[in-house]
């Protein structure tokens, strides 16, 4: 049944009309902590209630819900437990999906709902709803920033994925510009164990990157460096990384930060941007295009395509040496050095 209600066009145009109030379900479960109280335990919705904080009757109502999405189950004591599905979102597990819960069902949801205004009157989505830039907001709400810092980290391996794209064995200094929180710096300098690195961040990065780079491989030879790399990026560095930051900007934003990169690299130097490409025309079931979405409502970027990429490395005065995909998926990698510096 359910493989011929999926390809019902109009249970498929519903399920996408509708599909906020699951996020919004899951997004007040984490909110309550519910997850977290039921860790290694299964405990009943009055017990519940007392530890979330949570009125005993509606709390039944999102337990019984969370059931019936498959992330608890209940069993005829009536406790509550939860399923394999639902212990990704107890906050201690190692793939916890408890930052990104919080963060998608909050203000990322809400910013969504800017995207209106934004295409009628210009601007940007989350703005218009939030009356700041997002990472103003997120400089005000550390608690949010750590989610978000939390939530965005590349998996553990990227490092390696890029040591076996292109050949980094005479790198000096690595600048990781928006590294977040230099886990995947600190992983790449495992597999270039000449080479220092310089995580370059918004100084709203700093705790939580400090922290990480003191308990990581690699990360001890890394430094911190805070600073707008729409003003400026640290002079020196012969390998700089951008990765998964021009997509989050508009292209004369994009152009200003990688002229800040070609001002700032050493002779000889070069640039890695790491990014999804999207294709030029996108077929259905295409998640690409979510990522495109994401970009645009939060900060009035987008996933560029080949061509966008080469067109806006270009007019910043870079020229193209290399791009590699990673196979089967949208992942690039671009090379460039400065124009006519041979
Ligand atoms: C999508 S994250 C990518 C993080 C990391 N490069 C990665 O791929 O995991 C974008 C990063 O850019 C940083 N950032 C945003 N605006 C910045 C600015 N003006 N100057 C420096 N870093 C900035 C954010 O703090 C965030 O960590």
């Known amino acids: 049944m359910t493989g011929s209600l999926a390809t019902d066009p109009r249970q498929r145009v519903s399920a996408m009309i509708e599909g906020y109030r699951r996020s919004a379900v899951v997004h007040t479960a984490a909110q309550l902590g519910v997850p977290a109280h039921l860790a290694g335990t299964r405990r009943p919705a009055a017990e519940l209630a007392a530890l979330t904080g949570a009125r005993p009757v509606p709390l039944t109502q999102l337990l019984r819900a969370l059931v019936g999405y498959g992330l608890l189950d209940q069993d005829d004591d009536e406790r509550f ?83 076996s794209l292109t050949d980094l064995s005479t790198a000096r200094e690595v600048v990781d510009i928006g590294g977040g929180n230099g886990s995947l710096l600190a992983e790449l300098l495992t597999h270039l164990p000449r080479a220092t690195g310089v995580l370059f961040e918004l100084p709203l990065t700093e705790p939580s990157a400090v922290a ?85 409502a939060h900060l009035g970027g987008a996933v560029r395509t080949l061509g966008g990429f080469r067109g806006l490395l270009e007019r910043a005065g870079f020229e193209v040496t290399a791009v590699k995909q990673v196979p089967g998926t949208f992942w690039t990698l671009h090379e460039a050095t400065p124009a006519g510096a041979a």
Do not use: K
């Open 212 to 296: 990480t780079l003191a308990a990581v491989p690699g990360g001890d030879r890394c430094r911190f460096v805070a600073g707008d790399f729409r003003a400026e990026v640290p002079a020196g560095g012969d390998v700089h990384l951008l990765f998964r930051v021009l997509a989050n900007w508009p292209d004369d934003v994009a152009a200003t930060i990688l002229g800040n990169c070609r001002a700032a690299l050493a002779p000889g130097g070069r640039l890695l941007v790491f990014e999804m490409a999207a294709p030029d025309r996108v077929e259905e079931g295409q998640a690409v295009v979510d990522g495109d979405m994401n970009a645009l």
């Open 81 to 163: 437990g939860l399923t394999d599905a639902g212990e990704l979102l107890d906050p201690a597990h190692p793939h916890s999906l408890h930052g990104q819960a919080l963060y998608f069902g909050g203000p990322s949801y809400l910013a969504y709902s800017g995207l209106t205004a934004a295409l009628r009157e210009g601007g940007i989505a989350f703005d218009h709803v939030f009356g700041e830039p997002y990472y103003t907001h997120l400089d005000r709400d550390p608690v949010l920033a750590e989610h978000y810092h939390r939530m965005i980290v590349l998996p553990h391996g990227t490092g390696a994925l890029i040591a």
